[in-house]
Nanobody, 125 residues
Framework: QVQLVESGGGLVQAGGSLRLSCAAS????????MGWFRQAPGKEREFVAV????????YYADSVKGRFTISRDNAKNTAYLQMNSLKAEDTAVYFC??????????????????WGQGTQVTVSS
């Protein structure tokens, strides 16, 4: 069982930056593929970014490519989402998710076994 806790959300002006953190419990964090998803009001939850457990390969949604960076620190059991050049349309609740040894279908919610409670990001224009 893995528990995930997000932090780092808040209110920021357009063009600003935030760094989200996702702290995981347990001693096997390095074996988990970590993803970030977001859900804006009235919309379905969507994929944002993922970092694969083995090799650290990353994938991004087209809407955030070049602005967001996903990373992880296995020694700290933490995944991060650095968000730069934020836009009003980035406003959403951001969720981190985890799946052990995840390597297939990891751009989809159904691939993940564990989810955090979410952190609100609000970008004012």
């Amino acid at each position: 069982q893995v528990q995930l806790v997000e932090s780092g959300g808040g209110l920021v002006q357009a063009g600003g930056s935030l760094r989200l953190s996702c702290a995981a419990s347990g001693r096997t964090f390095s074996t988990y593929t970590m993803g970030w998803f977001r859900q804006a009001p009235g919309k379905e939850r969507e994929f944002v970014a993922v970092i694969i457990w083995s090799g650290g390969k990353t994938y991004y949604a087209d809407s955030v490519k070049g602005r967001f960076t996903i990373s992880r620190d296995n020694a700290k059991n933490t995944a991060y989402l650095q968000m730069n050049s934020l836009k009003a349309e980035d406003t959403a609740v951001y969720f981190c998710a985890a799946v052990r040894y995840g390597s297939t279908d990891v751009l989809r919610e159904r691939a993940y076994d564990y989810w955090g409670q979410g952190t609100q990001v609000t970008v004012s224009s």
